[in-house]
């Protein structure tokens, strides 16, 4: 009797450890399909909504200068920004939702509202993720969990 429980045990321990095993498996199979993720494409001209630090600090750049179309253009490998009056530009690197963008080149001429490049060089070393919203609006976010950048897809005019 005493042997028959003792096969009984060991056989259920076998089979509870080739369970456990199982789910190590699928566990890995999960980490493996969270790596193939695709990267965001957000190619193309992006007008630049708002430039958030806080729920009190921000810098809205069409109500800065009205009359000026302030946007982002990003390629494959290259972003570009024009504000009112000077523009920035520099690599990009996408890798699924996470981006880098590299230090590059700003032009520096004196402007009379220079609150959206204040704002831009202040976060742009910051930026590490992107969020898209029907792919029409894209939020570039800081490592600073309060800070970010709102994005609207610039409309293609057909002539």
Partial sequence: MKIKFMAGLFIASIMASCTGNKSANNQMTDKNALQEVTDVNING????ENIVF???TYVRP???VPDARQYFVFTDSTYSIMTNCNSICGSVTII????????GMMTEMACDNMATEDALRKILPNIATID????SIVRLNSNQSSEYIVLRKAKIEIK
Avoid at 45 to 48: G, K, L, N, S
Avoid at 96 to 103: A, N, R, V
Avoid at 132 to 135: K, L, W
């Fill in 132 to 135: 898209v919203e029907n792919d």
């Fill in 62 to 64: 069409s109500e800065e």
């Fill in 96 to 103: 699924g939702d996470s981006i880098k963008l590299g230090d």
């Fill in 54 to 56: 806080n729920d009190s």
């Fill in 45 to 48: 001209q992006w007008y630049i």
